[in-house]
């Protein structure tokens, strides 16, 4: 559905044979339109992006979530895994919801009183349940690349953190986590060709 960067677990990272990481000298494909799921699916290593666009000419809400006829909103929708979801076997993506207890209100904020979070060290430490307090799950700052400028670019890693949930909110945009320092944002849109992290959880 949408382009992303690394598989993340909440206790470590998985390890691939090829560079989890390519450098900004990498010769990313640079194409001022769309191409097909087909052609990506060829070019796995390639990144395709469009200015506030989804990078595929083949639109669709459920590439990532059967369950999704139409655009997604906020929601618990059950998960039914698809062949295009990139995480691995036995997990899938997040809700659409799933993030909703990292603020109070549940929305996105720059309110700091109102993060559900104990510290930010190149990441947030979100709190899973409870209000300020039990477990907490980190989120690491990865950043993302880059498709508003038409540049390709691993920017903001360390300072901005972006996860993929399941759900497309339209024809081109998708539903994801967003956050820096001074922002929670558990129910961020933004165009599918932007090249996100993801969050798998279990099935």
Same mark, same amino acid.
């Given at each position: 559905? /949408?382009?992303?960067? @690394?598989? @993340? &677990? +909440?206790?470590?990272? @998985?390890?691939?044979?090829?560079?989890?990481?390519?450098?900004?000298?990498?010769?990313?494909? &640079?194409?001022?339109?769309?191409?097909?799921?087909?052609?990506? @699916?060829? /070019?796995?290593? +390639?990144?395709?992006?469009?200015?506030?666009?989804?990078?595929?000419?083949?639109?669709?809400?459920? $590439?990532?979530?059967?369950?999704?006829?139409?655009? /997604?909103? #906020?929601?618990?929708?059950a998960i039914i895994k698809?062949?295009?979801?990139?995480?691995?076997? =036995?997990?899938?993506?997040? $809700?659409?919801?799933?993030?909703?207890?990292?603020?109070?209100?549940?929305?996105?904020?720059?309110?700091?009183?109102?993060?559900?979070?104990?510290?930010?060290?190149?990441?947030?430490?979100?709190?899973?349940?409870?209000? $300020?307090?039990?477990?907490?799950? *980190?989120?690491?700052?990865?950043?993302?690349?880059?498709?508003?400028?038409?540049?390709?670019?691993?920017?903001?890693v360390g300072?901005?953190?972006?996860?993929?949930?399941?759900?497309?909110?339209?024809?081109?945009?998708? &539903?994801?986590?967003?956050?820096?320092?001074?922002? #929670? =944002?558990?129910?961020?849109?933004?165009? &599918? +060709? *932007?090249?996100?992290?993801?969050?798998? #959880?279990?099935?």
């Open positions: 559905m /949408a382009n992303y960067t @690394i598989i @993340i &677990r +909440s206790v470590f990272t @998985i390890h691939f044979s090829h560079k989890l990481f390519y450098d900004n000298q990498r010769d990313w494909i &640079r194409s001022g339109s769309q191409v097909s799921t087909a052609t990506a @699916i060829q /070019a796995p290593f +390639s990144f395709y992006y469009v200015k506030d666009s989804d990078w595929s000419t083949n639109h669709g809400y459920n $590439k990532w979530n059967i369950n999704f006829t139409g655009a /997604a909103g #906020v929601n618990n929708t698809t062949i295009y979801d990139p995480s691995i076997t =036995g997990y899938t993506l997040p $809700k659409t919801a799933a993030f909703t207890n990292f603020s109070s209100t549940g929305g996105n904020t720059t309110n700091s009183s109102q993060y559900n979070v104990s510290s930010f060290d190149d990441g947030w430490n979100f709190y899973t349940s409870n209000w $300020k307090s039990g477990a907490t799950i *980190y989120f690491p700052a990865l950043g993302f690349r880059e498709t508003y400028n038409k540049s390709g670019l691993l920017t903001g300072g901005c953190g972006s996860f993929w949930t399941s759900g497309a909110s339209s024809t081109s945009y998708a &539903r994801y986590l967003s956050f820096y320092s001074t922002r #929670v =944002g558990p129910q961020y849109t933004n165009s &599918r +060709s *932007y090249g996100f992290s993801i969050f798998p #959880v279990k099935e």
